[in-house]
């Protein structure tokens, strides 16, 4: 057995992360990570891995998370499946140079935007979706040709030590390393200069994470969360707003996903038509004992089971459960809760959720949900429920948010056309299918020119002539130009 003196002495520090580091370069800079073949052959291993070891991911999402295999299979794995399929297909295109305008002031020459690697990238990520935030990020940094380093939230342990051990067996151990560990391994990849860091996480931890980019101007995109707020028009499909609200929040993780609704928002009146119809589905979805039920995920772990109780025990909350609240401390279960307007200076109205409680605000008029939302900070999804279409547009057009779904929660993620990241708070830059590629890229500008029409008048000694022709050209005036050259002022 190792002496505590060699685990000591083999403990990742700042100077194995600085070897590491300096390993990934030499392969970056041998041009290996560059080339079509080499993105190509890295991404149809880790499709491969998906799909081979898909029992091994479930159980580990099982072991980490109690996470039904329905939820691990179609949140995780397809989408993973999905984003490797998208990339594949798509990467050559991605990669073209793209040919764009010139002006006429640099005439004769020719344009383009050529795509680079930026060269080696940290991605850290969260343990509510382990698998899918670990390798979704890992697939854009290798299709966009980059070295990178995963480090898996050690919050999922299963999971993290699945991906090291899968990541070193189905891709190139030369450019693609997996870092475990918690706070002293990743400050210490932290001190390191990279080129890109992409985080996901909280935000206080996102600071973290910006102070350290700062320090060698590493750019980051930081995939954050917030209280993501859900508007309920009293003109729905009121069961299917139910089972959809009750999919994205209970049925995602048990409320521990990041667009998870945070908060409802309706009115004084249809409230209770509301709150008895998802009482109604959620008796249907989980039955009378939800604790029980093998659909629904656990609470990670006992900080997050006590932190998750608090928000529930204020005096300023505890009184306003309308249902649920059931708790189980051994299996870190806590029931599907509905909480009717708590107190406005309560700690549940300001923190984040994360977790299977669902607050439910309501106001006088639908439209006022617009301004409590906007008195707040950005989300990072923003849901309404309505068949008004002036209420849509006004939804659309004055709340900003990371993303908008009209009728629907969660599903925006699904669409890889679509840019998935926050704004303000909710954090900055974003990813999914084309995404993904240009967060990992440089978009290098190229302009060509010949050795002709080296024209005089750019030279000194500087003229009243010159300066009219330059002026001309400047301002794209044919006419001007003409003048100019013909000594008209
Ligand atoms: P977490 O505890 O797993 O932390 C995230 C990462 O930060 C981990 O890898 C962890 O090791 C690292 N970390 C923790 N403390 C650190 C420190 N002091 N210095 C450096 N690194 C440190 O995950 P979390 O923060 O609990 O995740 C939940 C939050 O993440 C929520 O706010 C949620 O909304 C957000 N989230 C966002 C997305 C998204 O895609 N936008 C996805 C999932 C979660």
Known sequence: MASEEQVKNSAFDTEAANCLVKELRGTVVAGKTKSYEWRVSQLKSLLKMVEERDKQICDALFSDLSKPEMEAFIHEIALIKNSCKVSLKKLKEWMKPEKVKTTLSTFPSSAEIVPEPLGVVLVISAWNYPFLLSVDPVIGAIAAGNAVVLKPSEIAPAMSSLLKKLLEEYLDNSAVKVVEGGVPETSALLEQKWDKIFYTGNGRIGRVVMAAAAKHLTPVVLELGGKSPVVVDSNVDLTVTARRIIGG??????????????????????????????????????????????????????????????????????????????????????????????????????????????????????????????????????????????????????????????????????????????????????????????????????????????????????????????KALLDGSIFGIIRALFGFS
């Open 249 to 470: 929040k209970w049925a995602c993780n048990n409320g521990q996903a990041c667009v998870a609704p945070d908060y409802i928002i309706t009115t004084k009146q249809f409230a209770p038509t509301l709150i008895d119809t998802i009482k109604q589905e959620l008796l249907k979805f989980y039955g009378e004992d939800p604790l029980n039920s093998p659909d629904i995920s656990r609470v990670v772990n006992s900080n997050h089971f006590a932190r998750l109780s608090k928000l529930l025990d204020d005096d300023r909350v505890s009184g306003k459960i309308v249902h649920g609240g059931q708790t189980d401390k051994s299996s870190l279960k806590i029931a599907p809760t509905i909480v009717l307007d708590a107190e406005e200076d309560s700690l549940i109205m300001h923190e984040e959720i994360f977790g299977p409680l669902l607050l439910v605000v309501t106001v006088e008029k639908i439209e006022d949900g617009i301004d409590f939302i906007n008195s707040r900070s950005k989300p990072l999804a923003a849901y309404i429920f309505t068949n008004n279409k002036q209420l849509k547009q006004d939804f659309v057009s004055n709340i900003s948010s990371g993303a908008i779904v009209v009728n629907d929660i969660s599903l925006h993620l699904m669409v890889d056309t679509l840019p998935f990241g926050g704004v303000g708070e909710s954090g900055t830059g974003a990813y999914h299918g084309k995404f993904s590629f240009d967060a990992f890229t440089h978009k290098k500008a190229v302009l060509h020119r010949s050795f002709l029409g080296d024209a005089p008048a750019r030279y000194p000694p500087y003229t009243a002539g010159k300066l009219r022709l330059l």
